[in-house]
């Protein structure tokens, strides 16, 4: 699916009205711009009629209501990290971008949470909560660009989630504007339906997440970091289920085949093995010699199934 046309333009007196909310020099209309927001990283390439950047989520309700009034489709926007095509503008809709809206509010260490617009990269926002001794679990291979926004649009993993759970897990409230410009607010201990917890994912399909409280997690006081080599990937995979049969749960366990492996090595010089898979198990906790014996058992574990070498990491940096 490309389209590299450029579809009709929005209606003069609509780009009028859109200027008016978020000022001039953010309603996007020329060609190289258009482009630029054509695509996302599948690189499926659809134009759309104009892009607009909205700065406050008033701002973002008011331009709903004006696309919605001229009956104008449009799609929600982050940084375009997605794979999925959810930020492509098909059929020559407007794209709302959210990368101003980046506001960070105070962290609540009561109740362990953290308030965030859309426009707030992931990578940026485990900094600015790391010195307080908390972390977001989610942290998606694209953390260091992708945002928040998308990450509740895409309901986003990455390595920590088989410990801590997707980005539904630690979503605690939610202020959404609706598809026809009204703002709503979803919390999880709201009676009823699950309304925050049913929207992360929708990938912007039911509305546009213009705020978002977070909840944090203390960050673990010990970490243990393995890599393990394999002869092939059926034992890697073997191993990987053994180590949970046995009732351990690594915050992170990836498996990488001798082509992702070459692939790894051949950008980072990382130095690892040549071998027909790898397992990179991590596990965390507040006892330090518990990780000691965990990690006892994981090699066990892995030895049965043939593993070869057995790393861990001088550091937990």
Known sequence: MNSTQ??????????D?????????????SPGDLFVYS???????????????????????????????????YVARGAATGLAGGAVPLQGAAVIALTRMTSIGRIDPTRR??????GVVNLRLQQTVDPSGFFFAPDPGSQKACTIGGNIAMNAGGPHCLKYGVTASHVMALEVVLPDGQVAQFRVDDPGYDLAGFFVGTEGTLGIVTRARLKLLPKPKAVRTMLVSFNSIEEAIQSVTDIIAAGLLPAT??????????????????????????LLIEVDGDQADELDQQTERIKELCAKNHSGEFRTAKSEL
């Open 253 to 278: 366990l990836e498996a990488m085949d001798r082509t992702v492996v070459e692939a790894v090595e051949a950008f980072s010089h990382a130095g690892y093995p040549s071998a027909e898979a790898v």
């Open 113 to 118: 949470e953290i308030a965030v617009e859309p």
């Open 39 to 73: 695509y996302d990283a599948a690189l499926d390439r659809s134009r759309p009629s104009a892009v607009i950047l909205p700065g406050t989520p008033e701002e973002v309700a008011q331009v709903v209501k004006s696309l919605a009034k001229s009956k104008k489709s």
């Open 6 to 15: 450029t579809p009709p333009a929005l209606p003069p007196k609509l780009l």
């Open 17 to 29: 009205e859109l200027r008016a909310i978020v000022g001039d020099k953010h309603v996007l209309t």
